[in-house]
């Protein structure tokens, strides 16, 4: 028979998992483009994320600040920031997340990185049990890489709270509930895209797979 410390390390249920697609940001370093709907093997970013985030959890959520009828055909439900005009970056977004979430925890990733592992929630999960911690985050190459996060829903409270305050930096908010980390050695899953010429090395790397 199991135990109870066993059962906790058994893993978290895809099904208790609510998957969260960041596409709210200004893109200012595109031009002002709306990363999530740029363009790759003729697909856009946020849905390349979400089919790798799919299989991973339950419900399916994109946080968006505009074109929110362009997103809402991606087959997710839309959320806003509370301030949608003021982009106040990924904390705002997950925020939006957890109030919409209705599943125990929630796994956030943004839209321009749509080779994110495949096993991420799982390793997230499994990380953040073993710590007995409300969040867990990825570390890839020794790096942090906060927006790539699973978080307990009663985390909004907090979150909340840090916002109002004015605070805006992702790992200053999850130094303050605590959180594991879970390592990644993956070349590449957690490439992003912040300017134009790194969605062209994507575009030329994806179509040399």
Known sequence: MSTPAADALSGIDARRITGLVLAGGRGSRMGGADKGLLLLDGQALARHVLR????QVGPLLISANRHADAYAGFGAEVVADDDPG???GPLAGIAAGLRACGTEWLLSAPCDA???PPDLARRLGDAALACDRPAAIALAAGRRQPVFAL????LLESLSGFLRGGGRKVETWLAQVGFAEAAFDEPGCFDNINLPEQL???RTRS???
């Open 52 to 55: 790798r985030l799919a299989p």
């Open 86 to 88: 003021a982009y106040a």
């Open 114 to 116: 749509p080779f994110l």
């Open 151 to 154: 978080l307990r829903r009663e």
């Open 200 to 202: 062209e090395a994507l």
């Open 207 to 209: 179509g040399n797979d």
